[in-house]
């Protein structure tokens, strides 16, 4: 996974997503929602719902939101249904890039991403011309402020648990699993440590260098996706400058 920091990524866009709070709240509220309409209210009992509240709680998103997207789903007599569909397509570069949206309105949502994909440089491909190029992967982080654990050790521990993958900076413990066992490796280390971060990803297989102004190009691309409120996650091939 060499090339590819995803904490690298979640901090250098930390500002960005900050300026923009309540239309991720949002988007995480409808993913709230949809999973505890699907299997149940109880985080314990559903894992998919676990999963989101802990995006939520990543995201600093209050309780009360939280609280108030799983009440809605199991006490409202309205039925809002969304269908969970994946774009694929490329960026300046030659990047490949996945867009995962959400949507109660599907023409809606597929008019929104190729026009954001033509209009930044990029080219929106069938189904499958870019899905081959990523893996789907577990990852957890682990920041390193305030730990006494050396890298050896925690390189222990993280295949110990099931882990797969372990990379290291000097601020953050990435952790990478299979899919499958992304819950049981993250309730072991939980046990221990406190995680900045736990999500099921897409991880890609190889990385695409660009130039700065390709990077822009790329970077107002990603901006006018996440902009869409349909759109819950853009994963895309760049290699971290």
């Known amino acids: 996974m060499s090339g590819h920091s995803k904490w690298h990524n979640i901090q250098g866009r930390k500002n960005a997503q900050d300026a923009k709070r309540g ?6 509220s409808r993913e709230i929602y949809m999973a505890a309409k699907a299997v149940g209210p109880d985080p314990a009992m559903n894992p998919a719902l676990r999963l989101v509240v802990d995006k939520a709680k990543a995201a600093n998103m ?3 939101n939280v609280d108030r997207a799983i009440k809605k789903a199991t006490t409202t007599a309205d039925e809002v249904n ?4 994946t774009y694929e397509g490329y960026g300046p570069g030659g990047v490949a890039i996945l867009v995962h949206a ?10 929104n991403v190729r026009v954001a994909f033509t209009r930044n440089g990029g080219s929106l491909g069938e189904t499958g011309s870019v899905g081959y190029l990523f893996d789907r992967k577990g990852y957890l982080a682990i920041e390193r402020a305030g730990l006494t654990i050396d890298e050896d050790a925690m390189l222990e521990k993280v295949l110990e648990v099931g882990g797969e993958d372990l990379q290291i900076s000097p601020e953050v413990f990435e952790i990478y699993t299979a899919p499958e066992d992304f819950a049981s490796v993250r309730d072991q280390l939980e046990e221990t440590f406190t995680l900045a971060q736990a999500e099921l990803t897409m991880i890609p297989k190889t990385t695409v260098v660009l130039s700065e102004e390709q990077r822009q190009k790329l970077e107002n691309l990603i901006e006018k996706l996440e902009d869409d409120d349909d759109v819950s996650e853009v994963f895309t091939s760049v290699e971290d400058e």
Do not use: C, G, M, S
Request: hydrophobic share 25%; proline share 4%; no cysteine.
């Open 82 to 85: 969304y269908d969970e569909v």
């Open 23 to 28: 239309k991720i709240f949002q988007k995480i």
């Open 102 to 111: 959400l949507t109660d309105n599907r023409n809606r949502t597929a008019t």
């Open 62 to 64: 209050p309780n009360d």
